[in-house]
């Protein structure tokens, strides 16, 4: 369906004047073809009387001449009659056509018979004329027929001027009539065709404004459409950059995504991604593009920025004091900052700096990528946050028992593939039950807690330490021999003994955890096949050598009895060693 433009009231009002002067411009036509009639019906009764009066002075004449002859003798008058035949008949003929009426009709041709009888007298007079011998007039002649017939005559001219004259004076009123209404007609015609053209004259000026007003809402729908089609491409590049920032596993690579995305969605900006350390009050900075005018620090304190301190973009008023963080000479109006905000927190800070100030749309740009980048981050920590959780002991900070058993099966697996040795240190506390009794389950955790920081300080970036279970300790040293390991346990129960055991502020001796039964166990080194444990991925194995018996150990209390221990290696002769510590002896 086609949409139609209103019709405006003023239109109306013009279509009525329009239909109201036609009608009265046709009343004007019908009245001035009326009086046209008219005029022409008084300009036949005129010619009327004109040939009426020439034809009453024609009888005059013919009865003139009659007279003369008879009385005088004379035929000059006679002969005149014959040249005025032709005009006598044309104005007979124009009489009959002037003629209205049967009345008139009739008269007129009364008139013509009485008229040709006067003709028929003079040519019976011309006759007698033409005979020879001498005429004698006499007074007989005098007074003869054709002065009779001209009386006649001249009464029936009478007659039909009389009725002439009365339809003239008619025909003059009803001209007057008719040019009296025509005058009315002009007179209403006159300030309805000036309301007319007036109300055209608004109507086009009406137009010409629709006409701007429509040109101004054409070039106000373009600016909208490039204003959608830059939004529409800002979305785009958006949803390119959180597809980016969706697969990513590191800040490193969120960083090298916002480098190589920040040329095409803020080309006219300089900038820097700051990430703040974790439960620490500075930020660092990780990404930067562009050429910034002046150096962008690198470190600085959540305390140097409004931005943050605010956690709303930062500067909103181009005459704002500028952030600490900034150089010297830095131009407030030319920067931003826009907090990375999750839950309230800061995570972040993007920075931008140009030559020029941005606007409305490069602060909601900055604000949609600040927010992506936040929600990337703070997906990324709580994921490691989760993925540390579920791998680590959440008393020691290790590796649980699930993740060291999986871990044990890959590294057996590596140093047979790359025929390389595999140490094995599996600690335990002998007698924890009883430090728990002592000192409470809470500092039996510390305890725990404590040691296994130790572990995690003392062990390599290569090595894999985990808990085991209850007091128990594993460590996984790759490309370790006999001996290494032997030392290697040595410095780490040193380190235990000498390191005391902080129970809320009351300091315990950690030599209280060593075992001063005997000496540190004999290493075994194996040369068997993958140990059981390996084989079924984390249960524990049957294999050969001493079963020592440990007394209870953690809160279960009872003695649980031997316990297997992974002592048999693939056959790569890797080093094992075997740590135990008591609560009653100085010694591992």
Same mark, same amino acid.
């Given at each position: 369906?086609?949409?139609?433009?209103p019709?405006?009231?003023?239109?109306g009002?013009l279509?009525?004047?329009l #239909?109201?002067?036609?009608?009265?411009w046709? *009343?004007?036509? /019908?009245?001035?073809?009326?009086?046209?009639? =008219?005029?022409?019906?008084?300009?036949?009764?005129?010619t009327?009387? +004109?040939?009426?009066?020439?034809?009453? &002075?024609?009888?005059h004449?013919?009865a003139?001449?009659?007279?003369?002859?008879?009385?005088f003798?004379?035929?000059?008058?006679?002969?005149?009659?014959?040249?005025?035949?032709a005009s006598?008949?044309?104005?007979?003929?124009?009489?009959?056509?002037?003629? +209205?009426? +049967?009345?008139?009709?009739?008269?007129?041709?009364? @008139?013509?018979?009485?008229?040709?009888?006067?003709?028929?007298r003079?040519?019976? @007079?011309?006759?007698?004329?033409?005979?020879?011998?001498?005429?004698?007039?006499?007074p007989?002649?005098? /007074?003869?027929?054709?002065?009779? #017939?001209a009386?006649?005559?001249d009464?029936?001219?009478?007659?039909?001027?009389?009725?002439?004259?009365e339809?003239l004076?008619? &025909?003059?009123?009803?001209?007057?009539?008719?040019?009296?209404?025509?005058?009315?007609?002009?007179?209403?015609m006159?300030?309805?065709?000036v309301?007319?053209?007036l109300?055209?004259?608004?109507?086009?000026?009406?137009?010409?404004?629709?006409?701007?007003?429509?040109?101004?809402?054409?070039?106000?729908? =373009?600016?909208?459409r490039?204003?959608?089609?830059?939004?529409?491409?800002?979305l785009?590049?958006?949803a390119?950059?959180?597809?980016q920032?969706?697969?990513?596993?590191?800040?490193?690579?969120?960083?090298?995504?916002l480098?190589?995305?920040m040329?095409?969605?803020?080309r006219?900006? !300089? &900038?820097?991604?700051?990430?703040?350390?974790?439960?620490?009050?500075?930020?660092?900075?990780?990404?930067?593009?562009?050429?910034?005018? %002046?150096?962008?620090?690198?470190?600085?304190?959540?305390?140097d920025?409004?931005?943050?301190?605010? *956690?709303t973009?930062?500067?909103?008023?181009?005459?704002?004091?500028?952030?600490?963080?900034?150089?010297?000479?830095?131009?407030p109006?030319?920067?931003?900052?826009?907090?990375?905000?999750?839950?309230?927190?800061?995570?972040?800070?993007?920075?931008?700096?140009?030559? %020029?100030?941005?606007?409305?749309?490069?602060?909601?740009l900055?604000q949609? $990528?600040?927010?992506l980048?936040? @929600?990337?981050?703070?997906?990324?920590?709580?994921?490691?946050s989760?993925?540390?959780?579920?791998?680590?002991?959440?008393?020691?900070g290790?590796?649980d028992?699930r993740?060291?058993?999986?871990?044990?099966?890959?590294?057996?697996?590596?140093?047979r593939?790359?025929?390389?040795?595999?140490?094995?240190?599996?600690?335990?506390?002998?007698?924890f039950?009883?430090?728990n009794?002592?000192h409470? !389950?809470? #500092?039996g955790?510390?305890?725990?807690?404590? $040691?296994?920081?130790?572990?995690a300080?003392?062990?390599?970036?290569e090595? %894999?330490a985990?808990?085991?279970?209850? +007091?128990?300790f594993l460590?996984? $040293?790759?490309?370790?021999?006999?001996?290494?390991a032997?030392?290697r346990?040595?410095?780490l129960?040193?380190? $235990?003994?000498?390191?005391?055991?902080?129970?809320?502020?009351?300091?315990?001796?950690?030599s #209280?955890?060593?075992?001063?039964? &005997?000496?540190?166990?004999?290493?075994?080194?194996?040369?068997?096949d993958?140990?059981?444990?390996?084989?079924?991925r984390?249960?524990?194995?049957?294999?050969p050598g001493?079963?020592?018996?440990?007394?209870?150990?953690g809160? /279960?209390g009872?003695?649980?009895?031997?316990?297997?221990?992974?002592?048999?290696?693939?056959r790569?002769?890797?080093?094992?060693? !075997?740590?135990r510590s008591?609560?009653?002896? *100085?010694?591992?």
């Amino acid at each position: 369906m086609h949409d139609h433009a209103p019709v405006s009231p003023r239109q109306g009002v013009l279509l009525v004047l329009l #239909a109201t002067l036609l009608v009265l411009w046709l *009343g004007e036509r /019908g009245l001035a073809l009326w009086d046209q009639a =008219e005029q022409r019906a008084m300009l036949q009764q005129a010619t009327l009387i +004109e040939h009426a009066l020439w034809l009453r &002075g024609e009888a005059h004449a013919l009865a003139a001449a009659e007279a003369a002859w008879v009385a005088f003798g004379r035929g000059e008058g006679l002969s005149r009659i014959d040249r005025r035949h032709a005009s006598t008949e044309a104005a007979l003929q124009a009489l009959r056509d002037a003629a +209205e009426g +049967e009345r008139t009709r009739a008269r007129v041709a009364e @008139l013509s018979r009485q008229l040709a009888e006067m003709r028929a007298r003079i040519e019976r @007079l011309q006759r007698e004329r033409a005979l020879p011998g001498p005429r004698v007039a006499g007074p007989t002649a005098a /007074g003869g027929p054709l002065a009779l #017939a001209a009386e006649r005559f001249d009464a029936g001219i009478e007659a039909l001027l009389q009725e002439a004259h009365e339809r003239l004076r008619a &025909g003059q009123a009803r001209v007057g009539t008719l040019r009296l209404w025509n005058g009315l007609l002009w007179a209403a015609m006159l300030p309805l065709l000036v309301l007319q053209l007036l109300l055209l004259h608004l109507e086009a000026r009406s137009r010409r404004r629709a006409e701007d007003e429509q040109r101004r809402l054409a070039a106000l729908a =373009e600016q909208e459409r490039c204003h959608a089609e830059r939004v529409a491409g800002d979305l785009d590049r958006l949803a390119g950059l959180a597809d980016q920032l969706r697969p990513t596993r590191s800040v490193e690579e969120i960083a090298e995504v916002l480098q190589a995305n920040m040329h095409h969605l803020l080309r006219q900006f !300089h &900038g820097a991604l700051y990430l703040r350390a974790p439960q620490r009050n500075l930020l660092r900075r990780h990404a930067a593009w562009g050429k910034p005018a %002046v150096p962008l620090e690198d470190l600085f304190t959540l305390e140097d920025c409004w931005a943050l301190r605010r *956690g709303t973009p930062y500067p909103s008023d181009p005459q704002a004091p500028p952030c600490r963080h900034l150089a010297a000479g830095t131009a407030p109006g030319h920067v931003l900052c826009v907090p990375l905000l999750a839950q309230g927190e800061p995570l972040g800070l993007l920075h931008l700096s140009g030559e %020029v100030a941005p606007g409305p749309r490069e602060r909601r740009l900055a604000q949609c $990528i600040a927010d992506l980048l936040a @929600l990337s981050i703070h997906q990324l920590r709580l994921a490691e946050s989760l993925r540390v959780q579920s791998v680590r002991d959440p008393v020691t900070g290790l590796l649980d028992r699930r993740h060291i058993d999986a871990s044990l099966l890959r590294e057996c697996l590596r140093a047979r593939r790359a025929q390389q040795q595999l140490g094995v240190l599996l600690l335990d506390l002998d007698d924890f039950k009883h430090f728990n009794e002592r000192h409470g !389950h809470e #500092a039996g955790d510390a305890a725990l807690a404590q $040691i296994g920081q130790l572990i995690a300080q003392t062990v390599r970036p290569e090595d %894999v330490a985990g808990r085991h279970g209850g +007091e128990e300790f594993l460590i996984l $040293i790759p490309d370790c021999d006999l001996a290494t390991a032997k030392e290697r346990a040595e410095r780490l129960r040193h380190a $235990i003994r000498a390191t005391p055991i902080d129970l809320h502020g009351r300091r315990v001796e950690a030599s #209280a955890l060593l075992d001063r039964r &005997g000496p540190l166990p004999a290493a075994r080194q194996g040369t068997g096949d993958l140990p059981a444990c390996c084989r079924s991925r984390g249960a524990r194995g049957q294999g050969p050598g001493p079963r020592p018996h440990r007394r209870g150990r953690g809160p /279960g209390g009872a003695d649980r009895g031997p316990r297997h221990r992974y002592t048999q290696p693939p056959r790569l002769s890797p080093a094992s060693g !075997h740590s135990r510590s008591s609560l009653a002896d *100085g010694e591992c």
